[in-house]
């Protein structure tokens, strides 16, 4: 059995390969603009078949997007009247006592977060039903901004996610689609939110790159490295960008 460990930076892609009891190390320049490449080409300066190859992949193509600020257009869905949740966010500021303090920039800008109803309380009850307007309404909003992605928060989502679920389902085909009641499904709007939006937000990226790494690798078992420290099969990761953002520097632990 051949183990096979990429970490993948800005400047070079590193190599160990754990081979009969022995190590080999190797390093060749990073491709940013396609990492996959300097990957492929690595492999193939070792010498190696992908058939039976294992691999675990320590990638900052998230950690790099969300730093260089170069996430894709996104749209976030909450219920009405907390559209504006990700901007307010939480009391902690850099200035805690400062009465007037300067305004952030707002995570998502104002035109691209839309309302609806679906709102639960906090024992799981509907206080606001999703109704087939207000589905309409979302799809016509949607199809007119022209997103790449799309973020779903909805209160009290982790108790029942058919509200979201529902909104998913008449989402035009082809968006990369983030539900807070799957990325992160519990208490605490707010950090889900944030959590929800980030993975929609650099969700097509990693997707993106992981599907032409094992397309590329097809033979080979690729596993992705999470900011835990633990590793996850890459065909489930490209739909969980989010637990990546610390992949690299977890791997390099």
Known sequence: MKFLGIDTGGTFTD?????DGRLRVHKVLSTPHAPEQAILQGIVDLGLDPDGLQVVHGSTVATNAVLEGKGVRTLYIGNRGLGDLLTIGRQARRALYDLQPPPEDPPVPPERCLETGGRLAADGAVVEPLTDWDLAELRQAVEH?????????LLYSYLDERFEKAIEAVLPAGLFV?????????AGE??????TWLNAWVGPLVEGYLTRLSRSLSGARVAVMQSS???IDARLAAGQAVRLLLSGPAGGL
């Open 15 to 19: 190599f160990v390969l754990y081979e």
């Open 145 to 153: 901004l022209e997103p790449e992605a799309v973020a779903i928060n």
């Open 178 to 186: 983030s539900r807070s009641s799957k990325v992160l499904p519990v």
């Open 190 to 195: 707010y950090e889900r939110g944030v959590a």
């Open 229 to 231: 420290g633990e590793a």
